[in-house]
C-alpha cells in the first residue's frame, strides 16, 4: 500500500489550512489538542477544518505552540477568536516572545511576505480558501496560557502529551510525544522533511544544542514520527531519520566553515548559501525572506560556534 502521509493513526487528524504549516488535531476522550496553528493566510481554512473533525459536543481544548516562528503559530490568534477558552500551550521563553512587541510586528511582517510571495506559487494548493491578511487580528490573542518544560504532561483522557525540550533552532523549540499512540512530533530543530522527502534544517541558535536535541529524541524511541511540514515519516525512512537530521546538521555547518576557511565574509557565505539551498518557495517551503533570514542567522550561529578554531 502507498505511503499516506497524513493519514496513519485515527486519533490523529490533518486539518492544515494550506501549505506552509501542518496542523494535527489530536482526539483524545476527554480533550483535544491541536499540533501548530500554521500560517495565518489560512487560519479560515484550519477552523474549518477543525470544525469538521471535532466530535459533536466537543471543543479545542489546547493548541500546542512548538515555536515562536509566524508559520507554526500564524493561525493563533485566529483559534483563540474560534474557541476563546482553548488553551495556548508552550515554552516559557516562547512566552517571553509573545510579549515582545519586535516579535509581534515581526510575524505580522513575515505573515505579509506570505501573502506577497507565496500565494503566487501555491495557487492550485490554496485555491478556493478565502485567505487573511495578517493585520485584522489583536496581538492580545497572540499569548501563551500554559508555560510547560521537560517532562510536563498534557491530558487528553486516553491519551498524554508529553513535552520535550529541544533547543536549537530557537531556544524556545518543544518536541510533543503521544504517550500511548507512541508518536513523535520533532521540533524543526530536528529538521524536517519537504514533500520531496528531502530533510532541511535551520540551525538558528546552537549547533551543539541542535545535535543535542536531535540525540535526545531519538531517544524516546517512538513507534512514529511526525516530521514539521511534512508529515508522518515513511517506514523506510524512519529508522536512519534522526541520522539524516545530523548528518544535514553536519552538511551545513561544514559547508558555513569551509566558506568561511576559504576567506569569504559573512555577507559572501550567504550569497554561497542561498545559491545552493534555495530552490524556490516549493521545495524550502517558504517565502524567500524568510529562508534569507534563517540562513543568515544559521550562518551567524555557526560561525558563532566555530569560527575561533577554524580560521
Ligand atoms: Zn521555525
Excluded at 500560517?39 to 512548538?66: F, G, W
Excluded at 515562536?68 to 474557541?83: C, N, V
Excluded at 548528518?247 to 557565505?269: H, M, N, R
Excluded at 524550502?284 to 542567522?297: D, H, M, T
Aim: glycine content about 6%; overall charge negative; some cysteine.
Amino acid at each position: 500500500m502507498k505511503h499516506d502521509r497524513f493519514n496513519v493513526l485515527e486519533i490523529i487528524k490533518r486539518v492544515t489550512g494550506g501549505p506552509g504549516g501542518e496542523v494535527y488535531l489530536i482526539i483524545g476522550d476527554k480533550k483535544t489538542a491541536v499540533i501548530d496553528c500554521g500560517m495565518s493566510y489560512c487560519a479560515n481554512k484550519l477552523i474549518e477544518n477543525i470544525k469538521r473533525e471535532l466530535p459533536a459536543n466537543r471543543t479545542l481544548d489546547y493548541i500546542m505552540v512548538s515555536h515562536s516562528h509566524y508559520d507554526h503559530m500564524g493561525g493563533l490568534p485566529y483559534l483563540k477568536q474560534a474557541w476563546p477558552s482553548a488553551i495556548a500551550v508552550g515554552s516559557e521563553y516562547t512566552k517571553y516572545l509573545f510579549e515582545k512587541p519586535s516579535t509581534l510586528s515581526r510575524i505580522r511582517q513575515m505573515s505579509k511576505e506570505v501573502e506577497e510571495s507565496f500565494l503566487d506559487s501555491f495557487k492550485n494548493e490554496i485555491a478556493g480558501i478565502k485567505y487573511l491578511i495578517a493585520d485584522d487580528y489583536s496581538d492580545d490573542y497572540v499569548k501563551i496560557d500554559k508555560v510547560v518544560k521537560q517532562g510536563d504532561q498534557i491530558s487528553l483522557g486516553d491519551e498524554a502529551i508529553e513535552i520535550h525540550e529541544s533547543p536549537g533552532h530557537t531556544n524556545c523549540s518543544l518536541s510533543f510525544y503521544l504517550m500511548k499512540s507512541k508518536v513523535l512530533f520533532p521540533a524543526e530543530t530536528i529538521g524536517h522533511l519537504n514533500s520531496d522527502g528531502i530533510m532541511l534544517m535551520a540551525i538558528l541558535k546552537s549547533y551543539k544544542e541542535t545535535i543535542d536535541s536531535i540525540e535526545k529524541a531519538e531517544q524516546i524511541d517512538a513507534d512514529y514520527i511526525v516530521s514539521p511540514h511534512y508529515g508522518f515519516v515513511p517506514e523506510e525512512i524512519k529508522p536512519s531519520y534522526f541520522d539524516l537530521a545530523i548528518e544535514t546538521a553536519e552538511e551545513y555547518k561544514d559547508f558555513i566553515l569551509g566558506k568561511y576557511q576559504s576567506g569569504l565574509s559573512e555577507d559572501e557565505i550567504l550569497d554561497e548559501f542561498i545559491k545552493v539551498y534555495w530552490h524556490g518557495h516549493k521545495y524550502n517551503q517558504q517565502p524567500f525572506e524568510a529562508f534569507r533570514v534563517n540562513a543568515y542567522y544559521s550562518i551567524r550561529a555557526i560561525l558563532n560556534e566555530f569560527a575561533d578554531t577554524s580560521r
